[in-house]
């Protein structure tokens, strides 16, 4: 029996049991002796305040014999900058058996990077509740809503590049030319339009 507000869950059964929010402001959850954390859409996590928050949780860890943290999350677009994208990162590379680490549980569905993101075969590879809890009617409205970045991330668990593509992908990869032999005689110039940010 538990007893619910609106911030914590209490279980009068065992003292000093409870759930509780807290707070994604770093300086506001040191000095926690936490048994289980849960991190809900940790791509939203930005850099450095997510960093604080999600070090400062995990830590409150330490002194449990079992600790048990839950990442949930769908796809960002920054794999190297991101607590996220690091955490991907690591799952991938355990889960490839690239290294060795039993304390890390890795579960990732997603569709292939050159899969057709417009496809309903697409949307069930990568969603295993398709037909169930989301249906195609869903899919076909939101590929009218959302950008191709947007819902590849959210809807297909892909990560992308940037937040937002200029160019859809499969024009931009229509683009290479396999045969063309660049002259280390001649000079080469490249122009790149670059914004104040995200784009390096």
Not at 107 to 114: I, N, S, T, V
Not at 121 to 135: F, I, K, L, Q, R
């Amino acid at each position: 029996i538990t007893e619910r507000f609106d911030k914590e869950i209490l279980v009068p059964s065992l003292p000093g049991a409870r759930l509780i929010r807290v707070a994604a402001a770093a300086g506001t959850n040191d000095g926690k002796n936490l048994h289980g954390v849960i991190c809900d859409e940790l791509h939203e996590w930005h850099p450095r305040k997510g960093d604080a928050v999600w070090n400062v949780l995990t830590n409150g860890t330490g002194a449990r014999r079992q600790p048990l943290i839950l990442q949930i999350t769908t796809a960002g677009y920054d794999l190297e900058g991101t607590i996220c994208g690091q955490q991907y990162t690591h799952g991938q590379r355990v889960a490839s058996g690239e290294i060795d680490d039993p304390t890390y549980y890795f579960h990732w569905r997603e569709a292939p990077a050159d899969a057709d993101y417009r496809s309903p075969e697409t949307w069930a590879e990568a969603n295993p509740s398709y037909g169930v809890t989301v249906h195609e009617p869903f899919f076909r409205d939101q590929l009218t809503k959302k950008t191709e970045a947007v819902f590849r991330r959210y809807f297909l668990n892909q990560w992308t590049t940037s937040e937002e593509i200029w160019i859809p992908e499969t024009t931009w990869n229509a683009c290479e030319a396999k045969d063309v032999d660049l002259d280390p005689a001649l000079p080469l110039h490249v122009g790149i339009d670059m914004a104040h940010s995200n784009d390096s």
